[in-house]
């Protein structure tokens, strides 16, 4: 992606207050506002109003700044994704033979995905963790805020017993270390049903309401994993009797997503990832527990080409359902907008503000940190990501261009360029 910070666009500077004009503001769930002059004074939006004659207008679109709901940094080195054939278990078989060959750090690859990141305008992500807390540096999420959630694997309660101390180090010490002044929060990730002991799964709920602190789960992500559950059989079956893992009595056949959402309904929050094969009635369950949302990750979903998305089924039920890119291990980049552009492309009866939340605050707010992506109006600090507008014949895209297919750069984040 030409991703590229451009940190030089001229506002007018009188001390401490600085006036500028753009071709867009852009908030959820208002009408975007065009040709449009932003005070700011003492770093809070003192002003917004109609450019006069004469004022420069910047190609530029303001945002809210961006969240990024999922991804897993430490896939940042790869080039490509890894293919899609074949069945989801044997993505997962590439993804295993990768971790036993790569060799640069693991901290270097999150590195390269946070600075990716915040290439594309990214303020806030909530991130997969794995290894050891002792082996991880914290200092890697330098100059973003991220949730980080600690993933646990265990498919028997003894193996969990094994990660334990690990894991209380890592609720104990995250927000605490904090290596930048963005906010770091330490958050559990149960992988997935498959790779999780229903056991565990209960004392991992006790231990995010006992921390406060959120989790975030894969869940009814393919069609193979709802074999599994309902049926005990399938490729997952194969893959964990490979591995030699396989206990016939942690899926004995008869489960469903739906237990599994009863069992994180009390965590104090937490993201329900991908969800693509939730049915109705796990819909309307969602509907009423505010504080589980839906991360659609509408690139890998595509990579992986399973059928359309129940978003907006679940948007019209009143579950929260934001965006996430996943890793590098399914998609190309990690640059959340590029989400929205699909979902928009992909729906074109849908308008920027009707989904724009999904990538700031409604995110933020999926995440427990709705302070760090708010709408931009007056009176509120000026905390926004803004989007360089590529030219085009007639001067500037089009809005519906920006919102479907512009290649975007980013100008800036936040009070870094008034
Ligand atoms: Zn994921």
């Known amino acids: 992606m030409p991703a590229s910070v451009d940190a030089s666009p001229s506002f007018e500077d009188s001390g401490d207050t600085s006036r500028f004009c753009v071709r867009w503001l852009l908030n959820p769930g208002q009408v975007p506002q065009e040709n449009c002059c932003l005070t700011i004074t003492a770093g809070v939006v003192e002003k917004i109003g109609a450019c006069r004659a004469g004022d420069r207008i910047q190609p530029l679109a303001v945002i809210p700044p961006l969240v990024n709901a999922h991804t897993h940094f430490e896939f940042s080195?790869?080039?490509?994704?890894?293919?899609?054939?074949?069945?989801?278990?044997?993505?997962?078989?590439?993804?295993?033979?990768?971790?036993g060959q790569v060799t640069q750090e693991q901290s270097e690859r999150i590195r390269a995905g946070v600075q990716e990141s915040r290439t594309a305008g990214v303020r806030l992500a909530g991130d997969i963790l794995t290894g050891s807390h002792a082996a991880t540096d914290l200092s890697a999420w330098q100059g973003i805020?991220?949730?980080?959630?600690?993933?646990?694997i265990a498919l028997t309660p003894e193996r969990f017993a094994g990660q334990l101390s690990d894991l209380h180090q890592h609720l104990r010490t995250v927000s605490a270390s904090?290596?930048?002044n963005e906010p770091l929060v330490a958050g559990i990730s149960p992988h997935a049903p498959y790779t999780v002991h229903p056991q565990v799964l209960e004392k991992l709920v006790r231990l995010s309401c006992q921390y406060h602190a959120p989790m975030a789960m894969h869940l009814a992500e393919t069609a193979e994993e709802q074999e599994l559950l309902q049926r005990g059989t399938g490729p997952f079956a194969a893959l964990l009797q490979r591995l030699g893992v396989w206990d016939s009595r942690v899926f004995p056949g008869g489960r469903d997503p739906q237990e599994i959402l009863e069992q994180l309904q009390p965590a104090p929050r937490c993201l329900?990832?991908?969800?693509?094969?939730?049915?109705d009635g796990n819909i309307s369950y969602l509907a009423r527990q505010p504080h589980l949302s839906v991360v659609y990750c509408?690139?890998?979903?595509?990579?992986?080409?399973?059928?359309?998305?129940?978003?907006?089924?679940?948007?019209q039920a009143g579950v929260s359902v934001v965006l996430g890119t996943d890793g590098r291990s399914t998609n190309p980049d990690l640059?959340?907008?590029?989400?929205?552009?699909?979902?928009?492309?992909?729906?074109?009866?849908?308008?920027?503000?009707?989904?724009l939340g999904m990538v700031t605050t409604g995110a933020a707010e999926a995440l427990g940190l709705p302070e760090l992506s708010q709408p931009i109006v007056v009176g509120r600090p000026w905390r926004a990501t803004l989007l360089r507008l590529?030219?085009?014949?007639?001067?500037?895209?089009?809005?519906?261009?920006?919102?479907?297919d512009a290649e975007l750069t980013v100008s800036g984040v936040d009070s870094t360029l008034v």
């Open 298 to 315: 509408p690139r890998t979903h595509a990579w992986f080409q399973h059928p359309p998305h129940p978003f907006r089924r679940m948007r």
């Open 272 to 279: 329900v990832i991908h969800g693509n094969y939730l049915s």
């Open 335 to 355: 640059s959340i907008f590029r989400e929205l552009q699909l979902v928009l492309r992909q729906h074109p009866d849908l308008n920027i503000q009707d989904v």
């Open 390 to 404: 590529p030219a085009c014949s007639s001067g500037s895209v089009g809005l519906n261009e920006f919102c479907q």
């Open 178 to 180: 904090a290596a930048s």
């Open 145 to 152: 805020a991220a949730v980080l959630f600690r993933e646990v």
């Open 77 to 99: 080195s790869l080039q490509q994704p890894f293919s899609a054939a074949g069945t989801f278990p044997d993505w997962i078989g590439r993804v295993l033979a990768w971790r």
